[in-house]
């Protein structure tokens, strides 16, 4: 069994994974003990994959139609939020960030998100473009992963889709300098009452700081889960205006 002490001031932690924690003060004459039930024991969580498998044959030799008939698939499990995906972009120190966002829009051109360009994923698309998704969906034991490059769309694109929004969310574009460092939650509500009255009874525009990127695709793969890890991998890859298709060792 592994276990760690952790010193916090006055307080000692000891860890042990799968059990409980034990917290002791070391004021003189008192004795504090709480304990808590820690998460399951990761290394023992496993899953097996037992759905049909996937066959080159059974592949659309276009990515877009084929990603379309997964994502049609998404939609009449009923999964929510079927287009969360996980974006992964560089800073100019080389690190990887990952966080979510919404696929709003996908053709032969790309896959389509929004969001504040001032924000961390923005400043890093303006110095590096090259941009990951990944779109994993639990209940169809399926995983899409697209590499390439993120452009702007168009003002008039970015402006159509910012109006079809909820007014909240309009508000919350112009309220929020997404990834800034600030005091307190009282500044953004300070902020949206303000620009609801700034805004009252008027169209809101939209930010010029607001807008959508096109993942271009240079690379898209699908993950079909198998038992006993021997999952079905099909990547394809860009040559031109076609695609090249390759089965991927698990």
Not at 165 to 188: C, K, N, T
Request: neutral net charge.
């Amino acid at each position: 069994m592994s276990w760690r002490l952790q010193d916090e001031r006055s307080t000692h932690f000891l860890v042990v994974p799968g059990s409980a924690i034990s917290a002791f003060s070391r004021t003189p004459g008192r004795l504090i003990f709480a304990a808590v039930n820690l998460p399951f024991d990761l290394i023992a969580l496993r899953e097996e994959y037992f759905t049909k498998g996937l066959r080159r044959i059974d592949l659309d030799p276009d990515p877009i139609k084929e990603f379309g008939i997964w994502f049609t698939a998404a939609v009449e499990v009923g999964i929510s939020e079927m287009n969360a995906m996980a974006l992964a972009t560089v800073a100019e120190n080389g690190q990887p960030t990952t966080r979510m966002v919404l696929l709003k829009g996908y053709d032969h051109d790309g896959f389509v998100f929004y969001t504040n360009y001032l924000s961390e994923k923005g400043r890093h698309l303006e110095k590096n473009p090259r941009a990951a998704l990944v779109i994993h969906w639990k209940e169809l034991e399926r995983q899409i992963r697209i590499d390439g490059i993120a452009e702007k769309v168009s003002r008039e694109e970015s402006a159509r889709y910012f109006h079809s929004r909820p007014l909240g969310s309009q508000l919350g574009a112009w309220v929020s300098h997404q990834s800034d460092v600030i005091d307190a939650r009282r500044i953004l509500e300070a902020r949206l009452s303000e620009l609801d009255e700034r805004f009252a009874g008027q169209e809101i525009p939209c930010p010029p700081y607001w807008g959508g990127y096109r993942v271009k695709p240079e690379r898209i793969e699908f993950w079909q889960g198998r038992p006993n890890r021997l999952h079905d991998r099909f990547r394809y890859t860009r040559q031109g205006e076609s695609w090249r298709i390759e089965r991927l060792a698990p």
